[in-house]
């Protein structure tokens, strides 16, 4: 009878202490102070795996060609999808990556890729070289040198203090938290980010031009882009590890309809659809990264 007591206060025991183990790290209750967060998070991870897929769609209404060249090239993208994904390690902390690809953009894809349904690549970046194949080809090698690398100091100008991106956010993107879900055997939250990019920008200009020693902003062209971005919505997904706050899976949809086309009928509307979902795993551990030989 006693070691059925003890048992009983084991098992008590072992409740108790998984309930006042660690349970995540607290993330703020306003979502998007929590999205601010997660995002300067992001600044601690040094190297990862990625799996990387981008969708495209494109589809013409109403769109005139006032030749038969450009009737052949209208037929090719009325109604087009393409796919490209990625996968391989980065070192964040050294600027350096060894990816590998594939390329399907339908029809235009046999064309590309010597008659095969899909155009395979590969790249990779070692210090200041870029080293890219394709198909069967040899590597090729170019410089690289990424904006990361530079030494000239950033345009304190053009950066914006921590309290007016916060603002900027605030007025522009609307967030909420979701159910917690598991992404490969990891807890994470779920956080839902929808971003109104004609908001995005009227705020931001209005950000820029209170700046002190600001150029002034060209108003024709803030304009034309408020025209074309009127009809657009950009949807980011995040699902973020609870013990480290790492952004394990993220989903970016981005819709955009143009209307009012330069010398096309009024009812003409082209419509761009881009859907890019990345996963990270093997976050911070040592990874290898050498030029091909």
């Known amino acids: 009878m006693k070691s059925r007591h003890l048992l009983f206060v084991f098992v008590v025991l072992a409740l108790l202490l998984a309930a006042c183990g660690p349970q995540g790290l607290p993330v703020p209750a306003d979502p998007v102070e929590a999205v601010k967060l997660i995002a300067d998070k992001q600044k ?25 060249s450009s009737q052949q090239a209208l037929a090719l993208f009325k109604n087009f999808k393409g796919n490209l994904t990625l996968a391989g390690d980065v070192d964040t902390a050294k600027s350096e990556a060894a990816l590998k690809g594939s390329l399907d953009l339908g029809a235009l894809t046999p064309l590309l890729a010597q008659g095969n349904e899909t155009l395979e690549f590969e790249l990779v970046k070692v210090g200041d070289k870029l080293y890219t194949k394709a198909l069967d080809q040899d590597w090729q090698e170019s410089d690289a040198k990424m904006p990361a690398d530079t030494d000239q100091p950033a345009d304190s100008n053009a950066d914006f203090n921590a309290a007016q991106l916060s603002e900027l956010l605030k007025k522009a ?96 509307t082209a419509t761009i659809n881009l859907a890019l979902t990345a996963k990270t795993t093997k976050i911070n551990e040592p990874v290898t990264i050498a030029a091909p030989k």
Do not use: C, M
């Open 44 to 68: 601690e991870i040094k190297s990862q795996h990625l799996d990387v897929s981008l969708d495209l769609g494109l589809k013409l209404e109403g769109i005139e060609a006032p030749d038969a």
């Open 173 to 268: 993107a609307k967030a909420e938290k979701l159910n917690d879900e598991a992404i490969d055997g990891v807890d994470s939250y779920h956080y839902k980010v929808t971003l109104d990019p004609l908001t995005l920008i009227q705020e931001a200009a209005k950000l820029a031009q209170s700046t002190a020693g600001a150029e002034s902003i060209d108003q024709a062209q803030l304009d034309e882009a408020k025209k074309f971005l009127q009809d657009s919505v950009v949807i980011v997904e995040v699902w973020v590890g609870k013990q480290d706050l790492f952004i394990r899976q993220q989903n970016i949809v981005f819709d955009l309809t143009l209307k009012d086309l330069p010398d096309q009928p009024a009812d003409a």
